[in-house]
Structures are given as structure tokens and as C-alpha cells.
């Protein structure tokens, strides 16, 4: 079992920054592909960004490429998401996810552990 705790969301102006943050709790985090979600009103959840479990590989949505960031840290058992030059669009619950590394890390549907959410708000 895997539990996830983001942080870092809230309001910022367009152009501004914000970086994520997930802890998770498991012991065997560099056993696990990491990821960030996004999901905005009215709209589907989509795959933001991926990690490999040793972070030497990395996935962008194209929405998101040369702004966004994903990075990990297994020795604290946390994965960032460093965004920066905002946009309104990108307003949305930001999540984050994790997955066992049997699996292809840039694929969705295998992800099966979630954390409860952070709210990023770009204003125009």
C-alpha cells in the first residue's frame, strides 16, 4: 500500500510559478514509477508528466513541454513538479500518482495509488 500527500498547489498569476511536491510512505518509493495528473472542471483527467522509477526517464504532455519539470528524490521518498511560465488553462486539481515500475511509466491506466489532491488556480 502506498499513501501520497501533495502540497505546493494554490493561486498564482499567469507567468508566475509553483512547484509540487508529493511524499509518499512506502519504503520501496524507487520501486515505483511516479506521476502527475491534472483534472479540470467539466473535463477528463489527463497524464501531466511521468517519472521512471529511477528517474532517468521522463514523459511530458505536450500542453506542458519546456514549462513543467518532474523530478524525484528517493532518498526522501518525493516527487516534484516544478511549473513554471503558468497559463490559465493549466488551472486544475493537480495529482499525484504512483505505480509499480512492471509497467511502462509514461502509461496511464496502471496507475493505481492516488493522493488527495492539490488545487493550482492561474489567473489571466
Known amino acids: 500500500q502506498v499513501q501520497l500527500v501533495e502540497s505546493g498547489g494554490g493561486l498564482v498569476q499567469a507567468g508566475g510559478s509553483l512547484r509540487l511536491s508529493c511524499a509518499a510512505s512506502?519504503?520501496?518509493?524507487?520501486?515505483?514509477?511516479m506521476a502527475w495528473f491534472r483534472q479540470a472542471p467539466g473535463k477528463e483527467r489527463e497524464l501531466v508528466a511521468a517519472?521512471?522509477?529511477?528517474?532517468?526517464?521522463?514523459y511530458y504532455a505536450d500542453s506542458v513541454k519546456g514549462r513543467f519539470t518532474i523530478s524525484r528524490d528517493n532518498a526522501k521518498n518525493t516527487v516534484y513538479l516544478q511549473m513554471n511560465r503558468l497559463k490559465p488553462e493549466d488551472t486544475a486539481a493537480y495529482f499525484c500518482?504512483?505505480?509499480?515500475?512492471?509497467?511502462?511509466?509514461?502509461?496511464?491506466?496502471?496507475?493505481?495509488?492516488w493522493g488527495q489532491g492539490t488545487q493550482v488556480t492561474v489567473s489571466s
Open positions: 500518482a504512483a505505480k509499480w515500475y512492471g509497467s511502462a511509466y509514461y502509461s496511464p491506466p496502471e496507475y493505481g495509488y
Open positions: 512506502t519504503r520501496a518509493f524507487s520501486s515505483y514509477h
Open positions: 517519472i521512471s522509477w529511477s528517474g532517468g526517464s521522463t
